[in-house]
Nanobody, 122 residues
Framework: QVQLVESGGGLVQAGGSLRLFCAAS????????MGWFRQAPGKERDFVAA????????KYADSVKGRFTISRDNAENTVYLQMNSLKPEDTAVYYC???????????????WGQGTQVTVSS
């Protein structure tokens, strides 16, 4: 399994931006597909974005398409989520995940971080 640590969350006004970071402790980071998911209070953990092993292909939830960008640096063992034009409905705990398959499905990922809180005020 991969140890993942997220950072970069915080409080931001609607329309603002945040950049999330996920640092992975593993020697073979480039062998893992990476994803970002989020969970609001009382709701399921939902897919946000995914990136394949090389970083050459990405997927996004419809709700964030055009506003969020996922990227990775395999030399730094890090995946990023750039979030622009934030809305109050983006408020959630954001989780980084690693897995063998490039997927939008939560159960395709077998390693998870502890999460970072993102709060967007109106």
């Amino acid at each position: 399994q991969v140890q993942l640590v997220e950072s970069g969350g915080g409080l931001v006004q609607a329309g603002g931006s945040l950049r999330l970071f996920c640092a992975a402790s593993v020697r073979t980071f480039s062998r893992y597909a990476m994803g970002w998911f989020r969970q609001a209070p009382g709701k399921e953990r939902d897919f946000v974005a995914a990136i394949n092993r090389s970083g050459g292909s990405t997927k996004y939830a419809d709700s964030v398409k055009g506003r969020f960008t996922i990227s990775r640096d395999n030399a730094e063992n890090t995946v990023y989520l750039q979030m622009n034009s934030l809305k109050p409905e983006d408020t959630a705990v954001y989780y980084c995940a690693a897995g063998p398959s490039y997927s939008v499905v939560r159960y395709a990922y077998d390693s998870w971080g502890q999460g970072t809180q993102v709060t967007v005020s109106s």
